[in-house]
C-alpha cells in the first residue's frame, strides 16, 4: 500500500509539473506557500524556491490587499468548499494580469488550500471591449433620432430602440420577429417584406414605406436601411439598421412634381388659351386697330393673373382679386359687367392658398373659355362664396355656376385641368370638391377649412 501511495504521490507530481499553463500552489491558512509549481512560476514570476515558506498573498493587487480580499476568499472556501478567483493579480516584476481559477481546502487537511489561477487576461480584455462596443452602441441607438433596430437577416427583429417605441407605440418585446410590421402601413407590408427576401443577397437593406406616428394616428414615409455587422457573412450575421423619418421630403418631392407638371401644361395650356382669346377677339372685332387694342389688353390681364401667382409666395391676396384677375385675362369688361356675376364676403388667402386656388380658378376659366359659359355670346357664370359652420371646423364654401351652355353628360375622359381641380385642392388643402355636369353648365363646388391657409379679414 506504500508502495502505491508514494506512486499516486510522483504521479500528481508529474501532472503538476507538467501543467504549464496553470499556477498550482498550495498554502496553509497563514497563506504561506507550501508548493509550487512551474506553471506558477511562469505565470506569476516568482520561483519555487523564493515562494515556499512565503506570504501568497503578495499575487495581490494591493488595493485587493488592503480590502482583506485574500482573508476573504480562504473564508468563503472554508464555508462553501470552493471559492472562484476572477481579479486583477501581481507578478513579481509588478506587471498586471486578469487571473482566472479556484481556491479550495485540501481533503482531510482543513487548514491546506489549493489555487489553480491562470492567464484570462486577453479573454477579460475582449470581454471588456465587448461591454464597452455594446455600451456606446446603446447610448448612441438611444440618442439618434432615427428608429435604430437589431435583426437577423430575414427580417426578424431581435431588439428595437426606445424612439421606435415612442413612436410606434409597440414595445421591445411587441416588435420582436415580425411583430415591428404592425406599425407599418397595411399597403406597403408586401414590399417591406420583399426587400428582406432580397437583402443578403445584395449585402444590405433598403426601402422606403411608411410608418405608423401613435401620437396622431398618421402614417409618415420612412427611409430604412439596414447592413450585416459582419459583411462577410451576411447569412448569418446579426444585421442593424434604422428608420429615417423622410415624410417631409416625400411631400416635397411629390409637390415639385405636381408643379413640374403644372408649369409644362400651363405652357402648353397658355398658347391655347391665347388662341381661343384672340379668336374670340377676332368675332367682335370691327378693325384690325381693335383687334391689336383688345388683344393687348387681354395679354396684359392675363400677365397680371401670373404677377399674383408669382406674388404669392410672400404675400396674401383678396380672393375676390384673385377671382377678378383670372377672369380679366379672358373677358372684356363688357362682358364682366353684363354675363358674369362675383360676390360673397371679404376672405384673405395667405400664400400657399392662394397659389393653389389660382391655379384651380384658372383651370375652371381656361375651360369655361374653351368649352364653357365664356366660349358663347348666351353663357353667363356666377360666382359666389360663402362661410360655413359645420362640426368639424369653418370652412370657405365656394360655387362655380355656368349657364346657358348645353351639356350631354359629363365628358368621356377626364382633362388635367379638372384632375387638378379634383385632387390638388383636397391633396394640398384638405379641400372637398365636387363636379357636376348639369342639363345647362358645369357646377362646381368647393369647400376649404378655414385653418387650411385660409384667413377671414
Not at 355670346?377 to 369653418?394: F, K, V, Y
Not at 388635367?416 to 365636387?434: D, F, H, S, W
Amino acid at each position: 500500500m506504500a508502495d502505491d501511495s508514494r506512486g499516486d504521490s510522483r504521479l500528481l507530481s508529474l501532472i503538476l509539473e507538467s501543467a504549464t499553463d496553470f499556477a498550482i500552489f498550495t498554502l496553509d491558512d497563514d497563506a504561506k506557500a507550501t508548493s509550487w509549481n512551474i506553471g506558477s512560476e511562469r505565470l506569476l514570476g516568482y520561483s519555487s524556491e523564493e515562494m515556499i515558506g512565503q506570504n501568497s498573498d503578495v499575487i495581490f493587487t494591493p488595493e485587493d490587499r488592503a480590502k482583506d480580499a485574500p482573508e476573504w476568499e480562504r473564508e468563503q472556501a472554508r464555508q462553501h468548499g470552493r471559492v472562484k478567483d476572477e481579479r486583477w493579480h501581481m507578478r513579481r516584476d509588478g506587471t498586471r494580469f486578469w487571473g482566472s481559477g479556484l481556491l479550495m481546502p485540501l481533503k482531510d487537511r482543513p487548514d491546506q488550500y489549493v489555487k489553480i489561477l491562470r492567464d484570462f487576461t486577453a479573454q477579460h480584455n475582449a470581454e471588456q471591449q465587448l461591454r464597452e462596443s455594446r455600451e456606446q452602441f446603446r447610448i448612441l441607438a438611444t440618442s439618434i433620432p432615427q428608429l435604430v433596430f437589431r435583426t437577423r437577416p430575414d427580417g426578424n427583429r431581435t431588439w428595437g430602440s426606445p424612439q421606435w417605441t415612442s413612436f410606434t407605440g409597440l414595445d421591445d418585446m411587441e416588435s420582436r420577429g415580425l411583430g415591428w410590421l404592425y406599425a407599418v402601413h397595411p399597403d406597403d407590408r408586401d414590399e417591406t417584406q420583399a426587400r428582406w427576401r432580397e437583402a443578403v443577397s445584395k449585402g444590405e437593406y433598403y426601402c422606403e414605406h411608411r410608418v405608423l406616428r401613435v401620437a396622431d394616428g398618421t402614417y409618415r414615409w420612412h427611409q430604412t436601411r439596414a447592413k450585416p455587422v459582419d459583411h462577410g457573412e451576411p447569412a448569418t450575421s446579426e444585421w442593424v439598421g434604422t428608420s429615417t423619418d423622410i415624410h417631409d421630403l416625400r411631400i416635397a418631392q411629390d409637390t415639385q412634381a405636381l408643379l413640374m407638371a403644372e408649369l409644362q401644361h400651363r405652357t402648353r395650356n397658355l398658347l391655347a388659351v391665347v388662341q381661343a382669346v384672340a379668336q374670340q377677339i377676332r368675332r367682335s372685332a370691327q378693325t384690325v386697330e381693335e383687334f391689336s387694342e383688345q388683344f393687348s389688353i387681354r395679354l396684359r390681364a392675363l400677365s397680371r393673373v401670373q404677377g399674383i401667382l408669382a406674388r404669392s409666395d410672400h404675400h396674401t391676396a383678396a380672393l375676390s382679386s384673385v377671382i377678378e384677375a383670372e377672369l380679366a385675362a379672358y373677358v372684356s369688361e363688357e362682358d364682366m359687367q353684363r354675363r358674369i356675376r362675383i360676390h360673397g364676403p371679404d376672405v384673405t388667402l395667405d400664400a400657399g392658398a392662394t397659389q393653389t386656388l389660382a391655379l384651380a380658378l384658372h383651370e375652371l376659366t381656361t375651360n369655361a373659355v374653351k368649352h364653357g359659359a365664356l366660349s358663347r355670346d348666351e353663357g353667363t357664370l356666377e360666382i359666389m362664396w360663402m362661410e360655413e359652420e359645420d362640426s368639424n371646423a369653418p370652412s370657405l364654401s365656394l360655387l362655380w355656376a355656368e349657364r346657358g351652355v348645353p351639356i350631354s353628360g359629363p365628358p368621356t375622359r377626364s382633362g388635367y385641368g379638372m384632375e387638378l381641380v379634383q385632387r390638388a385642392l383636397p391633396y394640398q388643402l384638405g379641400a372637398k370638391t365636387i363636379v357636376d355636369f348639369e342639363p345647362d353648365g358645369l357646377r362646381c363646388t368647393i369647400r376649404v377649412p378655414f385653418n387650411r391657409l385660409l384667413r377671414a379679414k
